[in-house]
Nanobody
Framework: QVQLVESGGGLVQAGGSLRLSCAAS????????MGWFRQAPGKERESVAA????????YYADSVKGRFTIFRDNAKNTAYLQMNSLKPEDTAVYYC????????????????????WGQGTQVTVSS
């Protein structure tokens, strides 16, 4: 198993930037494809971005494409979500998640494909 801890959330004005971090421990980090999800009040949890085990492939939701970047540093056992040009509609609790698999190139976008989740970090974007 692997334990995930998110950090970096907070309050930011529209147009600003935040970088979320997801620190992993317990297993070899490169075993896992990683993803970021978010859940706003009254809405379903949605996939924001995903990255394959070695960082070669990525996925972005249409709503964040061009503004958010997912990347990972396997030597530091950490995945990141760089969020630029933030909008009020980005306000949500953000979760990182890990999916174990044999494929080194696959990215996952559905929540049931992930086995491990962090506790979440609040991102609030004011107008």
């Amino acid at each position: 198993q692997v334990q995930l801890v998110e950090s970096g959330g907070g309050l930011v004005q529209a147009g600003g930037s935040l970088r979320l971090s997801c620190a992993a421990s317990g297993r070899t980090f490169s075993r896992y494809a990683m993803g970021w999800f978010r859940q706003a009040p009254g809405k379903e949890r949605e996939s924001v971005a995903a990255v394959s085990r070695y960082g070669g492939n990525t996925y972005y939701a249409d709503s964040v494409k061009g503004r958010f970047t997912i990347f990972r540093d396997n030597a530091k056992n950490t995945a990141y979500l760089q969020m630029n040009s933030l909008k009020p509609e980005d306000t949500a609790v953000y979760y990182c998640a890990a999916a174990e698999g044999y494929s080194g190139s696959y990215v996952y976008t559905l929540d049931y494909e992930y086995s491990y989740w962090g506790q979440g970090t609040q991102v609030t974007v004011s107008s």
